[in-house]
């Protein structure tokens, strides 16, 4: 998604040397991922009227579908809304 390291300690509150690898988000990325995320929820109200009162999925489903850990690096951002269209609006 962006040039973030995900690794925590890879950063210092106090300045020394490891902060010299921050490399801050892309601006002109990070309105095209506001853009795409806006078109997200004006087409979720669009058709929210369509979507079934009660999902058909079992309680704990999304629980299943989460990994043991959280992940080590970022993924694209099209590859999360993927993952957010996919598991969690359908419950």
Do not use: C, W
Request: hydrophobic share 35%; net charge negative; aromatic share 10%.
């Amino acid at each position: 998604m962006g040039s973030l390291d995900t690794n925590p300690t890879a950063y210092s509150a106090f300045g020394d040397d490891a902060t010299s690898d921050f490399q801050p988000l892309n601006p002109d990325d990070v309105r095209s991922y506001l853009h795409k995320a806006v078109d997200f929820i004006s087409d979720y109200y669009k058709s929210v009227e369509s979507l079934p009162v009660l999902p058909d999925v079992k309680p704990g489903y999304l629980r299943d579908q989460l990994r043991s850990a959280p992940p080590t690096s970022s993924a694209p951002f099209d590859v999360t809304m993927k993952e957010l269209t996919a598991s969690v609006v359908r419950g």
